[in-house]
């Protein structure tokens, strides 16, 4: 392991401890001879796609607070290290949602991404489209949730459903919004707080898409309170209609994604999500 991390950052380690990981790699602390403090990703699963996240870091960096990448290999992704003390505050939450309200500002003239990204330890195939809706069911949920019922772990008729939505997406998204930059992944656990405020988003799974598919990925997942959506709406105001019907629809994916990690009751989630949406 060390000698893997030495050939890609280039020099002799001091120290190495580990961090908190992911489901795709080992994380370590690493101290280097000439006094650099790095956080190392060392990629465990079978497909190595370090290499992904570094390009999804890059596009985040100068929008949003990321770690520097100082190298990357097949199997290693080096990062400065961030130190993560303490929680959020109120003012931190202000600015996350300032943050985040800046990335979504940063648009393209389509969604998807250059190259592939992923969520998790799933790649996510991408391109470009400019339909909205098309590329939300046929690059985001419809993959997803092809593996969850391969996996076994969400009801064949879920996959059904979605030839229906299909017909029906344009009436439930209306006017999207312009294909806003996102993080993709954000959560509570994918934010490094520094004296209340945020320090760096970690882990994205970066795209450009309708800024709502974060909006409802953050509710979904917690950890912000009603001063982050005070703050964000003041920002970047919210279309009516999301909070009644469309959150459901771009919450089914992440639901999706969870039903094909980790099974439970994920797969049911996901199926009220989108009827709920559907109705």
């Avoid at 959020?88 to 003239?109: F, K």
């Avoid at 959150?247 to 049911?268: E, K, N, R, T």
Wanted: proline letters at 5%.
């Amino acid at each position: 392991m060390r000698e893997l991390i030495e050939d890609a950052i280039g020099e002799h380690i001091e120290s190495l401890s580990p961090l908190r990981g992911g489901c795709v790699a080992e994380v370590f602390r690493v101290r280097t001879a000439s006094g650099r403090d790095l956080a190392v990703k060392v990629e465990t699963g079978d497909e190595p796609g370090l290499h992904l996240e570094a390009s999804m870091l890059a596009a985040l960096a100068g929008h949003a607070p990321t770690p520097r990448v100082v190298a990357v290999s097949e199997r290693v992704l080096a990062m400065e290290y961030v130190q993560n003390s303490g929680g959020s505050t109120p003012a931190g939450e202000r600015r996350l949602a300032e943050i985040v309200a800046g990335l979504h500002a940063v648009t393209a003239d389509a969604c998807g991404f250059d190259g592939d990204t992923r969520i998790g330890p799933i790649r996510l195939r991408n391109g470009r489209d400019g339909d909205w809706g098309r590329f939300y069911i046929e690059r985001r949920l419809r993959p997803v949730t092809e593996l969850a019922i391969e996996r076994g772990r969400l009801n064949p008729a879920f996959g059904r459903r979605l030839d229906d939505l299909s017909g029906r997406i344009c009436d439930i998204i209306g006017e999207p919004g312009p294909a806003s930059l996102i993080h993709g992944d954000l959560w509570a656990g994918n934010v490094l707080w520094r004296d209340g405020v945020p320090a760096a988003l970690i882990d994205p799974s970066t795209q450009f898409a309708d800024a709502e598919f974060e909006l409802a990925y953050i509710d979904l997942m917690g950890g912000v309170s009603g001063v982050f959506w005070e703050r964000y709406t003041q920002i970047r105001p919210i279309r009516d209609g999301f909070w009644e019907r469309r959150i459901f629809l771009y919450q089914a994916y992440p639901l999706a994604v969870h039903a094909a990690l980790f099974g439970g009751g994920y797969g049911a989630q996901a199926e009220a999500a989108l009827a709920r949406a559907m109705t």
